[in-house]
């Protein structure tokens, strides 16, 4: 798994239960050094752990840490500059969903060696769409949900997002757009500090 993956639950973890948890995650999930380093590779193992004893730690389902950090990923302050790249996708929540393909190549122009799973959005119905995740982790599903949902929010939109399952190598996720003005979107300039 890429550091910056790794580094984002590592950063999700002590921003929203500070550094104590972490150390207590960290040694939990035997990390040696206690942190992780962005641009190196480790063992999807390692991972798994991390996940593991922030589950177990936080008291919660794995799924629901695995959202939780997707959804820390779109609205914490400090990761602003990937909610900028993700805004660019659309002036609604619907144009965004439909340039959710091209996130993998836009990741590999940011960091070349960052490899995000193929992203497949099929339209159901009017307004419904499933969206496929091919090869990715297990689990990545979960954050994509919790990214899915924040974006929602960030458009103003009311939209249902639910973890559809695990089938034939691939994550499912259905969306419903119920409401494309249901509230005030959030602030979005094209250049930062604007």
């Not at 950063?11 to 207590?24: E, Y």
């Not at 040694?27 to 380093?37: I, K, N, T, V, Y």
């Given at each position: ?9 590592q ?15 960290a ?11 962005p ?25 629901d ?5 997707g ?35 836009w ?30 982790p ?17 458009y ?7 973890y559809?399952?695990?089938q ?10 119920l409401?494309?003005g ?13």
């Open positions: 798994m890429h550091g910056l993956i790794n580094r984002a639950i950063d999700f973890v002590r921003d929203s239960f500070g550094d104590a948890t972490w150390a207590k995650v040694g939990q999930a035997g990390l040696e050094p206690p942190s992780f380093e641009m190196l590779s480790y063992d999807d193992q390692i991972t798994e752990q991390v996940i593991a004893a922030s589950s177990g730690i936080l008291s919660r389902r794995p799924s840490v695995l959202e939780d950090i959804h820390y990923l779109v609205t914490h302050e400090r990761l602003a500059p990937l909610r900028r790249l993700l805004r660019f996708g659309g002036v609604d929540f619907v144009d965004f969903l439909h340039t959710l393909d091209d996130l993998p190549d990741a590999r122009l940011a960091v070349d060696d960052l490899i995000l799973p193929p992203i497949t959005l099929i339209e159901e119905s009017p307004g419904a769409w499933r969206l496929e995740l091919r090869g990715a297990r689990g990545a599903g979960h954050a994509a949900v919790g990214m899915l949902r924040a974006m929602a929010d960030d103003g939109a009311l939209a249902l997002v639910t559809r399952g695990w034939d190598g691939r994550e499912i996720i259905d969306i419903q757009a409401d494309m249901h509230a005030a979107a959030r602030d979005f300039r094209l250049a930062a500090g604007e």
